[in-house]
C-alpha cells in the first residue's frame, strides 16, 4: 500500500493513543509481579544517544526509553514499594534500586560465566573449571526443597566464591575481574533462597532482542513521538506473544 513516512506515522500515534489506557495497565501490572528481569540497551533518538529499558518476566513486557543509562528510571517504573524481587546484570542503577528500597536482587549468572570464560578458559583453565563448578552447586542448592539445606547451600557456595575470587586476585591481570564478582556479593546466591528467582537474566535479554535487530534496520527512531509509539506498541505486543495471544486479533479488538 504505497503511502508517505507522514502518514504512517500517524496511522502508528493514533493506534498508540487508542492502546495507552492498556499500556499503563501495563505499568501498575509489573508492579505487582513476584519476580522481574530488568535490563537495558541503547538506541538513538533523532541523533540522540537513548537507552530502552526492559522490565518483564514470562508473562509481560514493559518498554520505557530514558535518555539515561542510569538515574531513577527503575524506580519510577517498579515504585518505592515493589515487593518481588528483581534479577539484572549487575548494572550500578539496579543494585542501588534494590539496596534503597530492600528489594530481594539476583545476579545473572550468565553474565559472570561469559566473563570468566573469556579471562580465564585458555590462560587459566583450572580458574574457569572452578567458576563452573561453583555455578553446578549454586543450580543443586537451588533444586534443593528443604529450605534450611538451601540455606547450607548458600553458605557452601558463599564460602567457595569468595575462596575463588581471592585465587583470581592473585593475577594482576585478573584483579578486575574478580572485583566485578566481588561486589555482586550474596546477590550471586539469591537463587538458591529464593527458587522462584531465575539463575540468569536471559527472559530480559530475549526480550530486547526485536529492538535490536530493529536498530539495525532503521539505524534510529526520529521524534519523540516515534518513541512514545514504540514503548507502547512493542510493550504490547510482546506482551500479547507471551500469553500466547494472536497479535493481529488483540490489536483489531483493542482498536
Known amino acids: 500500500v504505497p503511502m508517505t513516512e507522514a502518514t504512517s506515522l500517524e496511522i502508528t500515534r493514533r493506534a498508540s493513543d487508542k492502546l495507552e489506557w492498556q499500556y499503563e495497565k501495563l505499568e501498575e501490572q509489573v508492579k505487582q509481579q513476584e519476580v522481574i528481569n530488568a535490563d537495558e540497551t541503547s538506541h538513538s533518538v533523532n541523533g540522540v544517544n537513548h537507552w530502552i529499558w526492559v522490565f518483564c518476566n514470562k508473562l509481560l513486557?514493559?518498554?520505557?526509553?530514558?535518555?539515561?543509562?542510569?538515574?531513577?528510571?527503575?524506580?519510577?517504573?517498579?515504585?518505592?514499594?515493589?515487593?518481588?524481587?528483581?534479577?539484572?546484570?549487575?548494572?550500578?542503577?539496579?543494585?542501588?534500586?534494590?539496596?534503597?528500597?530492600?528489594?530481594?536482587?539476583?545476579?545473572?549468572?550468565?553474565?559472570?560465566?561469559?566473563?570468566?570464560?573469556f579471562e580465564c578458559k585458555i590462560k587459566y583453565p583450572d580458574l574457569y573449571r572452578w567458576y563452573c563448578d561453583i555455578f553446578e552447586m549454586v543450580k543443586k542448592g537451588k533444586a534443593e526443597r528443604d529450605k534450611s539445606k538451601r540455606y547450607t547451600w548458600f553458605e557452601k557456595c558463599k564460602a567457595e566464591l569468595s575462596m575463588w575470587i581471592t585465587y583470581a586476585e592473585v593475577h594482576q591481570n585478573l584483579r578486575k575481574l574478580a572485583t566485578k564478582i566481588k561486589n555482586?556479593?550474596?546477590?550471586?546466591?539469591?537463587?538458591?533462597?529464593?527458587?522462584?528467582?531465575?539463575?540468569?537474566?536471559?527472559?530480559a535479554e530475549?526480550?530486547?532482542?526485536?529492538?535490536v535487530i530493529m536498530r539495525k534496520i532503521i539505524g534510529c527512531l526520529r521524534s519523540d513521538m516515534g518513541k512514545r509509539n514504540y514503548e507502547v506498541m512493542m510493550s504490547l505486543i510482546s506482551t500479547w506473544q507471551k500469553q500466547g495471544k494472536n497479535t493481529f486479533y488483540m490489536l483489531q479488538a483493542s482498536l
Do not use: M, Q
Not at 520505557?64 to 527503575?74: H, T
Not at 530475549?206 to 529492538?211: A, C, E, K, T, Y
Open 61 to 117: 513486557s514493559l518498554f520505557k526509553f530514558n535518555k539515561e543509562r542510569g538515574g531513577d528510571i527503575v524506580e519510577r517504573t517498579l515504585g518505592k514499594n515493589f515487593i518481588g524481587k528483581l534479577v539484572s546484570d549487575g548494572w550500578a542503577t539496579y543494585k542501588v534500586y534494590c539496596s534503597d528500597n530492600k528489594v530481594v536482587h539476583g545476579r545473572c549468572w550468565s553474565h559472570g560465566l561469559r566473563e570468566v570464560k
Open 184 to 203: 555482586g556479593g550474596d546477590d550471586w546466591f539469591t537463587a538458591i533462597l529464593y527458587p522462584e528467582v531465575p539463575l540468569d537474566n536471559n527472559e
Open 206 to 211: 530475549r526480550s530486547l532482542r526485536p529492538f
